[in-house]
């Protein structure tokens, strides 16, 4: 595997990871100016941004469903599993996204 693979590799990650964390905070702050509580919306927020974390590491467009065509059609059977590592990178990300938000608002602790 090349070089520029493991950068991207790590970009999937830290980019679902931003998603999650800016996106649940700075949506939380919504909740915060019409009067709502802002910690119990920050889970329920980065509960639903989860694909849309993962879709924006992966890039969002056809790239990543043609890579993974030309691995199960065109015999690239490399590409197929560098796209699967990209997406499996992405979800590392939004999971630990996640932990930290249940950390940071106490969700699921007793």
Known sequence: ME???FAAFIHCFFI???VILGGSVIGSIGDFATGDPPLSSMTRIADRL???AI???IGGTFDAIANVERGLFGGSTFDLLKQ???IVSAMGGVKVG???IEWITQKGMS
């Open 55 to 57: 879709v924006a590491a």
């Open 84 to 86: 699967v590592l990209l």
């Open 3 to 5: 070089e520029r693979f």
């Open 16 to 18: 679902a990871f931003g």
């Open 98 to 100: 996640l932990t930290i």
């Open 50 to 52: 989860r694909i849309w």
